[in-house]
């Protein structure tokens, strides 16, 4: 079955500590790839998405992930994280064989940074 | 335009009663997503319309949900006979090119007691 696994449900870090939450698919074809993030009270907004093209893509707030292909991986990093990355972060995968553009979800990671 | 509204944010409702959740997507968006999500997980599928065809229904959807798009614009999801189980946070979403991703709402979060 098709399936996003998300490996951490919870990380603690502190403020400055580098960041990579995991992210694998099951999907065989091509793939379209998003991470969102849900900020405590508030609606999913996206972080960034692969569609094509270069695999390091970057997106907002310093966030950036990377697609490997061989190993069915998209990966979200973050250099430095601050107090207000405290969120709830999620992985997304559409497969181009979808018609209808459903996303298939990953379970989430809550993350929390310690000031 | 101020992106996807939902309403209300929050229902209370006793089991057995009936409740209705509306959406307003982005004007210019012609699909339109329902998504259900609880504590510790990610959002499951529910529904989803193109304009105002109702092109796929998740089996989460049991015969006591049904959903309209009746123009194309707004929708609404009804929930009859509610149970317990159907406590969650109701998301809407809207998209017009896959390649921008989809907007989100708020959500409705239901309680049902």
């Known amino acids: 079955a098709q399936s996003v696994s998300q490996h951490n449900h919870h990380v603690i870090l502190s403020e400055a500590a580098s960041l990579e939450l995991g992210c694998n698919y099951s999907y065989g074809g091509t793939v379209n790839l998003f991470w969102y993030v849900q900020y405590p009270g508030q609606h999913l907004q996206l972080l960034l998405k692969y569609f094509s093209g270069d695999p390091l893509v970057k997106g907002i707030k310093g966030f950036e992930a990377e697609f490997i292909k061989s190993k069915f991986s998209f990966n979200l990093r973050k250099p430095s994280v601050q107090w207000s990355d405290t969120a709830e972060y999620f992985c997304?995968?559409?497969?181009?064989?979808?018609?209808?553009?459903?996303?298939?979800w990953g379970a989430g990671t809550k993350l929390i940074i310690k000031p | 335009d101020t992106g996807v509204s939902q309403n209300p944010r929050h229902k209370i409702t006793k089991r057995g009663q009936n409740v209705t959740f509306r959406c307003d997507p982005i004007?210019?968006?012609?699909?339109l997503y329902w998504y259900r999500q609880t504590l510790g997980q990610g959002p499951e599928f529910l529904t989803y319309f193109q304009n105002e065809a109702q092109l796929e229904k998740s089996r989460l959807l049991s015969d006591r949900f049904s959903a309209e798009r009746p123009k194309g614009s707004f929708s609404t999801l009804e929930i009859q006979r509610t149970e317990q189980g159907d406590s969650a946070m109701y998301l809407c979403?809207?998209?017009?090119?896959?390649?921008?991703?989809?907007?989100f709402g708020s959500g409705t979060r239901l309680t049902v007691v």
């Open positions: 004007s210019e968006h012609n699909r």
């Open positions: 979403a809207s998209s017009f090119d896959i390649l921008r991703g989809y907007t």
């Open positions: 997304a995968v559409i497969s181009t064989m979808d018609s209808n553009y459903q996303l298939i």
